[in-house]
């Protein structure tokens, strides 16, 4: 062999570690009815960016139902007519329209884990980039924050597989 030869490295993959189970999370502000109403008209949509105050829906009465905090609507359940009281929510917001991952890890998984690295996350229909956020401890879930525009379409509680890739 030449003594010249140049050696030429090949591209690695980073190794990976896989969730044992996740889920998408985030914090979601019910909506609830006055004691007693008839819906009049639907002002807001599904999926619709709302801020604190804007309004919703106005009952029979004058009653307004205004959003009590920014963020994505993500449950409207309501028809025009409808009769509506206290037993179940009218709507649902997804406070500040945030989105995070929480998945479970095994113990030499977890022990592998670094704040920082970078991980993929799927669920049924998207492949989303994510970021170890935060750890507690190996009985814990991790935080994973999700990186780029990905809000539309995820909502809290769905199930997703997650893999990190290790440093």
Same mark, same amino acid.
């Given at each position: +062999?030449?003594?010249?030869?140049?050696?030429?490295?090949? $591209?690695? =993959?980073?190794?990976?570690?896989?969730?044992?189970?996740?889920?998408?999370?985030?914090?979601?502000?019910?909506? +609830?009815?006055?004691? %007693? #109403?008839?819906?009049?008209?639907?002002?807001?949509?599904?999926?619709?960016?709302?801020?604190? #105050?804007?309004?919703?829906?106005?009952?029979?009465?004058?009653?307004?139902?205004?959003?009590?905090?920014?963020?994505?609507?993500?449950?409207?359940?309501?028809?025009?007519?409808?009769?509506?009281?206290?037993?179940?929510?009218?709507?649902?917001?997804?406070?500040?329209?945030?989105?995070?991952?929480?998945?479970?890890?095994?113990?030499?998984?977890?022990?592998?884990?670094?704040?920082?690295?970078?991980? =993929?996350?799927?669920?049924?229909?998207?492949?989303?980039?994510?970021?170890? #956020?935060? +750890?507690?401890?190996?009985?814990?879930?991790?935080?994973?924050?999700?990186?780029? %525009?990905?809000?539309?379409?995820?909502? $809290? #509680?769905?199930?997703?597989?997650?893999?990190?890739?290790?440093?």
């Amino acid at each position: +062999m030449n003594a010249h030869a140049v050696v030429r490295l090949l $591209p690695t =993959r980073p190794e990976r570690v896989g969730a044992l189970e996740a889920w998408i999370d985030g914090q979601i502000v019910e909506v +609830m009815a006055p004691p %007693r #109403g008839v819906v009049e008209r639907v002002v807001a949509a599904k999926d619709q960016l709302v801020e604190r #105050g804007d309004l919703l829906l106005q009952l029979d009465r004058r009653v307004e139902v205004r959003a009590p905090a920014a963020g994505r609507l993500i449950g409207l359940d309501v028809l025009p007519g409808q009769l509506v009281d206290r037993s179940r929510p009218l709507a649902s917001i997804l406070y500040s329209n945030d989105l995070w991952v929480l998945a479970r890890f095994g113990p030499e998984q977890f022990a592998r884990l670094r704040l920082g690295q970078h991980a =993929r996350v799927h669920t049924d229909a998207h492949v989303l980039a994510g970021r170890v #956020g935060g +750890m507690i401890g190996p009985r814990d879930p991790v935080l994973l924050d999700l990186v780029g %525009r990905h809000r539309t379409a995820l909502r $809290p #509680g769905m199930n997703a597989s997650v893999t990190v890739e290790l440093d």
